[in-house]
T-cell receptor, first 113, second 115 residues
Framework: AQSVTQLGSHVSVSEGALVLLRCNYS??????LFWYVQYPNQGLQLLLK??????LVKGINGFEAEFKKSETSFHLTKPSAHMSDAAEYFC???????????FGTGTSLTVIP | DTAVSQTPKYLVTQMGNDKSIKCEQN?????MYWYKQDSKKFLKIMFS???????INETVPNRFSPKSPDKAHLNLHINSLELGDSAVYFC??????????????FGNGTRLTVT
């Protein structure tokens, strides 16, 4: 069975500081990995997805994630946090058939001015 | 222009009532889903339909019944609402069986409050 684990349900960073949100996956086959962001009272929005074309994936709003097979990780980073980045972030993995998605428990990001 | 739209956005009702949530997608996707997000933000898959056929039916009370009249619509009907049904329900769509890299596209959610 596939799953993802997000370490740290709450992360606080100062404005301008590095953002690092952790995600580890458990998969016996090549994973299909995604990061989503959820702003208050909104649906989830795709930040980026891993497609095996490159291990470093760039997404929207300056976010990127690096796929590390040896560590079974897909951590999300952003060099400089902005107040508008405050939101809930979800890591997700889908099956090879593409019809089932498993979400992590989410990480709430707070940006301190 | 909205890709995945669901109505209503807010739903407040009393225990024992029956209610429906509607969802429509204009992305041409072949797979649609219902997710439930609880107060701790945990997302749980409830149902998934591919081209109007049910393909995922997680352990959900049979008071919940999805209906897909066509591949662009997936509605959720809930009978005999209970306090524990209070949550945010998200509709989503994807290319599903046609592409493993196809991400989910979410609606903005329906916040259901049962009193």
């Amino acid at each position: 069975a596939q799953s993802v684990t997000q370490l740290g349900s709450h992360v606080s960073v100062s404005e301008g500081a590095l953002v690092l949100l952790r995600c580890n996956y458990s998969s016996s086959v090549p994973p299909y990995l995604f990061w989503y962001v959820q702003y208050p009272n909104q649906g989830l929005q795709l930040l980026l997805k891993y497609t095996s074309a490159a291990t470093l994936v760039k997404g929207i709003n300056g976010f990127e994630a690096e796929f590390k097979k040896s560590e079974t990780s897909f951590h999300l980073t952003k060099p400089s946090a902005h107040m508008s980045d405050a939101a809930e972030y979800f890591c997700a993995v889908s099956t090879s058939t593409g019809n089932q998605f498993y979400f992590g428990t989410g990480t709430s990001l707070t940006v301190i001015p | 222009d909205t890709a995945v739209s669901q109505t209503p956005k807010y739903l407040v009702t009393q225990m024992g009532n029956d209610k429906s949530i509607k969802c429509e997608q204009n992305l041409g996707h072949d797979t649609m889903y219902w997710y439930k997000q609880d107060s701790k933000k945990f997302l749980k898959i409830m149902f998934s339909y591919n081209n109007k056929e049910l393909i995922i039916n997680e352990t959900v009370p049979n008071r919940f019944s999805p209906k897909s009249p066509d591949k662009a619509h997936l509605n959720l009907h809930i009978n005999s609402l209970e306090l524990g049904d209070s949550a945010v329900y998200f509709c989503a769509s994807s290319q599903g069986l046609s592409g493993a890299y196809s991400p989910l596209h979410f609606g903005n959610g329906t916040r259901l409050t049962v009193t």
